[in-house]
């Protein structure tokens, strides 16, 4: 068998297995999530009548942006199903439901150094015994001797041991003082390598604008490595932390310290803004931008819709008008406090940008489809996954409804943790091209508002074979294009 025969093989055994993991929502056991009707009177006696007919042995109160919702843990005895039943019976109860379960999807992580890794099964010529390949699908052992037991974290992260998020914790480095603006700048040696900076055009785009560090963007993921050589100086700087918060929240740790533990969200705020014209590594769509780490993804890349609502809250309530979210699962559409975040996040005038999956398909079909990607959420920007010659990635979710716009998610370069950069492909990867777009193009004209920016990128993408039919544009974004725009 040919090497790329065999290396097709794997691929499609990938994606089934992809597609099997993803087969039924998953939620948290014992714990609900509540949301209450506004303005209704809920008299303590009456309370804890409720609490006790749904089998709940501890609440906790929600504030803030989330007034009116609590999450609730119940007796050991008692079936999620069946105090979500005993909730929504109540006349105070708009809705009751799991705490569904969020990951990262399954992806490919190529290391900068070191050979091709040698897998058991496959006889690939040259390929380097002592090498090794991370686990493709978090939690998981695949493919058979995967680095990290499934922990999904990147090989050498700083104090790690060599494991990323396997048995080993991360040390989380204290923040360090940003560094001076490079003035006048110098070229980024490895810009090239992130092709995908070229494809959308963003580079074209600089010649006129390079973004502004006034626009904030949230990624809300697995974390950032907020003292990385190409991204801290674009790093937020809370101007009124209260919790420690200076770069942003970890919704995992409760404390301010988003560190990234998996590599995955690093990544992706490369792909936003790593830093343009330092003379180091790459440049993300924005040469200047302001990013907001918010982590509720652990070291093995998954999280609760409860993590999910807090980060997207604590993102809005400060300031971020972006949010990068490469994450999602299945819900049957039913997650309704998830889609209520987003609507809070579209009140407040700020667009949600979204990975559509790598499950290989049909987002809008609600029995297979990815959340928060196939939600109808106006201010929601659903993102495919293209390569280099504009062709859809297989792994691609897609959908002529539900599915706006494709982006550059295969082989994509971007920074990895340790002042380390990486090749990953998933629609995790397109989705920051398109947040970091929606930031470039809203910077340049900070008087619209979403449904303008939104309206611009789309309008303005590139037809592309690939994705007609496949997507409501049929194209792929153009940074270019866009900043021109009306």
């Avoid at 993102?315 to 299945?330: D, F, I, M, Q, R």
């Avoid at 989705?431 to 619209?448: E, I, Q, R, T, Y």
Wanted: charged residues 20%.
């Amino acid at each position: 068998m040919s090497l790329s025969r065999k290396i097709a093989v794997l691929a499609f055994a990938l994606q089934a297995f992809g597609a099997s993991a993803f087969a039924a929502a998953e939620y948290k056991a014992g714990e609900v999530i509540v949301k209450y009707r506004e303005g209704v009177i809920r008299p303590r006696e009456s309370m804890n009548l409720l609490y006790k007919a749904a089998g709940v042995r501890a609440v906790r109160h929600f504030r803030g942006m989330m007034k009116g919702f609590e999450r609730v843990i119940l007796d050991e005895t008692v079936k999620v199903q069946d105090a979500i039943a005993e909730f929504e019976k109540n006349p105070m109860v708009e809705y009751a439901q799991p705490n569904y379960i969020i990951r990262i999807s399954p992806q490919e992580m190529k290391p900068q150094a070191g050979g091709i890794p040698c897998i058991p099964g496959f006889d690939i010529p040259g390929c380097d015994p002592d090498a090794k390949m991370p686990c493709l699908i978090p939690g998981i052992p695949f493919p058979p001797g995967c680095d990290g037991d499934g922990g999904g974290g990147w090989p050498g992260d700083p104090g790690d041991g060599g494991g990323g998020g396997g048995d080993t914790p991360v040390t989380r480095p204290e923040l360090q003082p940003p560094p001076a603006e490079v003035n006048p700048p110098v070229a980024d040696p490895n810009l090239a390598k992130a092709y995908g900076i070229g494809k959308i055009s963003a580079d074209k785009a600089w010649e006129t604008h390079k973004g502004t560090k006034d626009m904030v963007v949230a990624v809300i993921d697995t974390g950032i490595d907020y003292n990385h050589e190409d991204l801290s100086f674009n790093v937020w700087r809370n101007p009124n932390p209260t919790k420690g918060d200076v770069v942003g929240f970890d919704f995992i740790h409760n404390d301010g310290i988003p560190y990234d533990d998996q590599g995955h969200g690093s990544h992706c705020a490369g792909t936003i803004g790593a830093v343009g014209g330092n003379g180091v590594g790459v440049s993300g769509v924005n040469q200047r931008v302001s990013i907001m780490g918010v982590k509720f993804l652990s070291a093995e890349g998954s999280g609760t819709t409860e993590g999910a609502i807090q980060s997207i809250d604590y993102a809005v309530e400060h300031g971020a008008k972006v949010l990068s979210n490469s994450w999602g699962g299945p819900s049957d559409g039913s997650n309704n406090a998830l889609q209520d975040a987003i609507k809070r996040a579209q009140d407040k005038g700020v667009l949600f940008i979204a990975a559509a999956g790598n499950d290989g398909k049909n987002n809008d079909d609600a029995r297979q489809a990815s959340y928060p990607a196939a939600f109808d959420n106006e201010n929601i920007i659903a993102v495919a996954a293209t390569d280099d010659k504009d062709g859809m990635a297989y792994f691609s979710n897609y959908g002529k409804v539900s599915t706006d716009v494709g982006a550059p998610g295969v082989n994509v370069y971007s920074l990895a943790p340790g002042n380390k950069y990486a090749s990953m492909s998933g629609t995790s990867m397109a989705c920051p091209h398109v947040a970091g777009a929606a930031a470039f193009v809203w910077s340049k004209h900070p008087d619209w508002d979403w449904r303008k920016v939104k309206e611009v990128l789309m309008n303005t993408a590139d037809p592309v074979a690939s994705l007609a039919g496949k997507t409501v544009t049929g194209g792929r974004i153009n940074v270019l294009n866009a900043l021109q725009a009306k």
